[in-house]
């Protein structure tokens, strides 16, 4: 599975973007998918997870409430709907694939994408 993200920008606080994640290969359908993000100097953290059906959804608590996860297993991508955007939001993006039905933690994903940066700015 190929994994390439996009739509990251420049955003103000209070803002709103949608990271997209568009991937290639095996049966993208199969697999639940995350999104992580760095900030600067921290760690990758969890964002949001979908399972591989959409039925499922999992969020961190800093983003619930503001961020909404989905997928399109016709278009093989999967989205993250950011509102109400904060500053400490900013961080680089990554989406993951893992063969679970879903997963929260790093370990659990096998395939990533490179990355899109979010900035917001206060």
């Known amino acids: 599975v190929q994994l390439q993200a996009s739509g990251g920008g420049l955003v103000q606080a209070g803002g709103s973007l949608k990271l997209s994640c568009a991937t290639s290969?095996?049966?993208?359908?199969?697999?639940?998918m995350g999104w992580f993000r760095q900030a600067p100097g921290k760690e990758r953290e969890f964002v949001a997870a979908?399972?591989?059906?959409?039925?499922?959804?999992y969020y961190a608590d800093s983003v619930k409430g503001r961020f909404t996860v989905s997928r399109d297993n016709a278009k093989n991508t999967v989205y993250v709907q950011m509102n109400r955007l904060k500053p400490e939001d900013t961080a680089v993006y990554y989406c993951?694939?893992?063969?679970?039905?879903?997963?929260?933690?790093?370990?659990?994903?096998?395939?990533w994408g490179q990355g899109t940066l979010v900035t917001v700015s206060s």
């Open positions: 979908i399972s591989w059906n959409g039925g499922s959804t």
């Open positions: 290969g095996r049966a993208f359908s199969g697999h639940g």
């Open positions: 993951a694939a893992t063969r679970l039905l879903i997963g929260v933690n790093r370990s659990e994903y096998t395939y």
